[in-house]
Every structure is written in structure tokens, then in C-alpha cells.
């Protein structure tokens, strides 16, 4: 049932409290504070979980009037991801004509492709400088958060 939002680096909601997160959020969907018991941080934004599917959906039909307050670049239903192996599953990808494609320069091309963000390859090192960085408090600790994703636009 969760909502994930994704927040811009810059936005004002990353070192707010979860009970003003989800005030928020309800009182511009119009919907009692009930029906919106649980926000927690995540390394993208906030986690928003509703009481139910239909305070769900109702929160993602009225999107438009809380996400821009906290500063959200997108927001998604949660979606479960599996890692694992596959059996029969090809190693490469290969094209119709049976050319073989090159599988990462595929994989940037789909990200582009479903994000919109251009992935960056860089060591980490080099992605932490005054420009990117923001400090962050999380429990107790000082820590830095970097993107690694660069919009395409």
C-alpha cells in the first residue's frame, strides 16, 4: 500500500518530522490524518503508507495537490523487486537480426528510457563534492547524500 516520493535534493521536507509529512499530505488530499498513519524516511524521500487501497488511490488521484508542497520530483506506488536467478534466462541480448547487443549500453538506454534521468558512472569519491553533497542526520549520525543519476533534460 505504501507510496514512495521521491524528493528533489533541494526540498524543503528532508529533515522534517514523519507527523508534518503526513499532516500534510492529508490535509491537501482532504482526507482525515487517520487514513494516513505512517511516513517514514527512505534514501529517496518519504514512504507514505495509507489505511487502506482506496486511501491509496485517492492519494495518488489528488498527487498534484501535496506532492509539489514537499518538494517530490515523483511519486510511485511501491513496487516489490526480486533479485535473483533465473533459469533459462540469457546472459546477452541479442537483436532480431541476431546481432549481439551490448548489455550495459541496453540497460543506460532503458533507464533513460524509464526515467528519464541519464545514468552517471563515476566512483563515488568523485560525486561527493560542495555541489552535490547535503548533510543529513540519521539517528545519531552525520551523513552525506549524493545523486547518481543526472536529469536528461
Known amino acids: 500500500l505504501r507510496l514512495l516520493v521521491r524528493l528533489e535534493p533541494d526540498a524543503p ?9 503526513r499532516r500534510a499530505v492529508a490535509e491537501r488530499s482532504d482526507i482525515p490524518l487517520h487514513r494516513v498513519p505512517a511516513a517514514t524516511r527512505t534514501k529517496t524521500g ?3 503508507k495509507p489505511t ?5 488511490d485517492l492519494l495518488l488521484a489528488k498527487e498534484a495537490s501535496w506532492s509539489s508542497t514537499l518538494g517530490a520530483s515523483k511519486v510511485d506506488r511501491h513496487e516489490v523487486w526480486h533479485t ?3 533459469r ?6 541479442l537483436s532480431l537480426t541476431g546481432e549481439s547487443i551490448d548489455v550495459l549500453e541496453a540497460a543506460k538506454e532503458e533507464v533513460l528510457t524509464q ?3 541519464q545514468p552517471v558512472d563515476k566512483p563515488i569519491a568523485e560525486l561527493q563534492d560542495a555541489s552535490f553533497a547535503k548533510r543529513r542526520s540519521l539517528v545519531g549520525a552525520t551523513v552525506s547524500l549524493s545523486p547518481i543519476l543526472s536529469s536528461s533534460e
Open 13 to 21: 521536507t528532508w529533515d522534517k518530522e514523519a507527523y508534518a509529512i
Open 52 to 56: 487502506d487501497a482506496p486511501t491509496r
Open 84 to 86: 535473483y536467478v533465473v
Open 88 to 93: 533459462n534466462c540469457p546472459r546477452r541480448l
Open 46 to 48: 518519504w514512504a507514505i
Open 115 to 117: 526515467t528519464a534521468w
